[in-house]
């Protein structure tokens, strides 16, 4: 037991001790004097018995808080909680995390396939194809197409389509020469030209042989779009303006 306790018990049992004292004295006096100070005795008895009631009520909460009440400890502080009052209760420690605002901040990093490299743009990309083409009408001439390949020059904004035409039939083309369209999917056709020999006229190209030939058109395609190919070759004097297949290609 602590001092503080210890003074606090010795001061209950003092104010029984008084109070018993005070109510023996009072006994006493009231036998000696029951004559003319009845009336001044009633009075003091009164006073008497009020200070003895708040003493001794001042005892019982003494001893209960000591020895009937648990301690609270707050904040490593003793402290009594009285009968009929809240005992304090400590505020809740609340720890603050303090997070990166750009955590939240949720980040996508875009990884490329191919490492960039100086003047890239530059650099024709080459899509291979090596597609027949099939013939629909006026095909007694026997001329075989295949599409080979497309370069797509970004400096020049143009692309370059390559094709090998086959004369399977067993009569020359004194002038071989093609028309090709390009058509995107908005409807805007392109037209196949100079530089290269596919639209060009006045070309031979004899039974059995085969020929490169190429044509340019003002066109750079955009990945993922489909692109309508229509080519009608001329094999003169055998047939002219025959019908092909249409395409679709699409660039990744």
């Not at 006493?28 to 003319?36: T, W």
């Not at 648990?70 to 209760?89: E, K, M, Y």
């Amino acid at each position: 037991m602590r001092i503080t306790d210890l003074i606090a018990t010795l001061a209950g049992v003092i104010s029984i001790v008084s109070a018993a004292a005070g109510v023996t004295q009072f006994l006493v006096n009231n036998s000696r004097n029951k004559g003319l100070q009845q009336r001044k005795s009633l009075i003091m008895h009164c006073v008497f018995t009020a200070m003895l009631t708040v003493a001794f009520v001042m005892s019982g909460v003494a001893v209960y808080a000591l020895f009937l009440h648990p301690q609270v400890t707050v904040n490593n502080r003793a402290s009594i909680a009285l009968p009929g009052l809240p005992g304090h209760t400590p505020s809740p420690v609340v720890t603050v995390i303090q997070e990166n605002k750009f955590a939240e901040t949720s980040m996508v990093t875009v990884t490329p396939t191919t490492s960039p490299t100086a003047g890239s743009d530059d650099i024709p990309k080459t899509y291979s194809f090596n597609r027949s083409l099939t013939c629909l009408t006026s095909c007694q001439s026997q001329l075989a197409l295949t599409l080979i390949k497309v370069v797509v020059d970004l400096a020049q904004q143009n692309t370059t389509w390559y094709f090998t035409v086959a004369n399977n039939g067993a009569t020359a083309c004194s002038s071989m020469y093609a028309s090709m369209i390009i058509q995107d999917g908005a409807g805007q056709k392109l037209s196949g030209g100079p530089p290269g020999t596919l639209t060009q006229h006045g070309l031979s190209l004899d039974a059995g042989q085969t020929q490169e030939r190429d044509t340019t058109v003002s066109l750079v395609p955009k990945s993922g779009t489909s692109y309508l190919l229509k080519v009608s070759p001329s094999c003169e004097p055998v047939a002219k303006n025959a019908t092909y297949l249409v395409e679709t290609l699409t660039f990744n």
